[in-house]
């Protein structure tokens, strides 16, 4: 059991025989708040941890931590790493990261993600996406954080293999963002970041967000059961 503790900081994760470790980051499942626990517990560590800089495939082999929303692209590359993600119940989760990108557009977008064929494809069942697919590197290097980079939910490749998501479930950490605190433990300056009151919407639309997430409502209640 790897244990860091300090005033802030008391981090526990078993990493057993693994150098390296990488939190594949789903877009609104706490990440921030794991973030900077780990960045303080690897100071000094080789470490990938931002979206503010491309990702050099050749580099990641000497990183001891990676983080972000990155799919699986990193694993094949990292020394044996530890991979662990944290899922989040998958309506909560869409309206969270819609209304945390709502600053990148002019435009309310929520009926185009719900209604625009393009755009629902892209952003249903986003947490089974993220522990199947790779993400397009290029376009991810040459955007970054941006708009493109939000509306096309972070170049992440779009199969949809629900028993490819159960093998990831049952290979690897999984927690729960009501679970966190139980592994990353802080002080009262540093708490998971909230999305606040959620964004008002009509029965219709919650409807379509269940419609739409249907795969990744089967697999967190397959996570639940699985790894409690």
Same mark, same amino acid.
């Given at each position: 059991?790897?244990?860091?503790?300090?005033?802030?900081?008391?981090?526990?994760?078993?990493?057993?025989?693994?150098?390296?470790?990488?939190?594949?980051?789903?877009?609104?499942?706490?990440?921030?708040?794991?973030?900077?626990?780990?960045?303080?517990?690897?100071?000094?560590?080789?470490?990938?941890?931002?979206?503010?800089?491309?990702?050099?495939?050749?580099?990641?082999?000497?990183?001891?931590?990676?983080?972000?929303?990155?799919?699986?692209?990193?694993?094949?590359?990292?020394?044996?790493?530890?991979?662990?993600?944290?899922?989040?119940?998958?309506?909560?989760?869409?309206?969270?990261?819609?209304?945390?990108?709502?600053?990148?557009?002019?435009?309310?977008?929520?009926?185009?993600?719900?209604?625009? =064929?393009?755009?629902? /494809?892209?952003? $249903?069942?986003?947490?089974?996406?993220? #522990?199947?697919?790779?993400? !397009? @590197? %290029?376009?991810?290097?040459?955007?970054?954080?941006?708009?493109?980079?939000?509306?096309?939910?972070?170049?992440?490749?779009?199969? =949809?293999?629900?028993? /490819?998501?159960? $093998?990831?479930?049952?290979?690897?950490? #999984?927690?729960?963002?009501? !679970? @966190? %605190?139980?592994?990353?433990?802080?002080?009262?300056?540093?708490?998971?970041?909230?999305?606040?009151?959620?964004?008002?919407?009509?029965?219709?639309?919650?409807?379509?967000?269940?419609?739409?997430?249907?795969?990744? #409502?089967?697999?967190?209640?397959?996570?639940?059961?699985?790894?409690?």
């Amino acid at each position: 059991m790897v244990k860091y503790s300090n005033k802030k900081y008391n981090v526990m994760i078993d990493t057993g025989e693994h150098s390296s470790l990488y939190h594949l980051h789903i877009p609104r499942t706490g990440g921030i708040y794991i973030k900077k626990q780990m960045l303080e517990k690897y100071q000094g560590s080789n470490v990938f941890a931002t979206h503010y800089n491309q990702i050099e495939i050749d580099k990641l082999n000497a990183c001891k931590y990676v983080s972000g929303h990155f799919g699986i692209s990193p694993i094949e590359y990292l020394d044996n790493p530890l991979v662990f993600t944290v899922l989040r119940n998958p309506v909560d989760r869409f309206l969270s990261y819609y209304k945390y990108t709502r600053p990148f557009f002019y435009d309310d977008m929520l009926d185009a993600w719900l209604y625009d =064929e393009k755009l629902s /494809k892209i952003h $249903s069942n986003t947490q089974l996406k993220f #522990i199947t697919n790779k993400i !397009d @590197l %290029d376009l991810y290097n040459k955007n970054l954080v941006n708009k493109e980079t939000v509306n096309a939910n972070w170049f992440i490749g779009q199969e =949809e293999n629900v028993d /490819k998501a159960k $093998s990831f479930i049952d290979n690897n950490l #999984i927690l729960f963002t009501e !679970d @966190l %605190d139980q592994f990353f433990n802080t002080d009262s300056n540093i708490r998971i970041n909230k999305s606040g009151k959620k964004p008002e919407i009509t029965q219709k639309q919650y409807d379509r967000i269940v419609e739409l997430n249907r795969s990744d #409502i089967e697999l967190y209640e397959y996570a639940l059961r699985t790894k409690k």
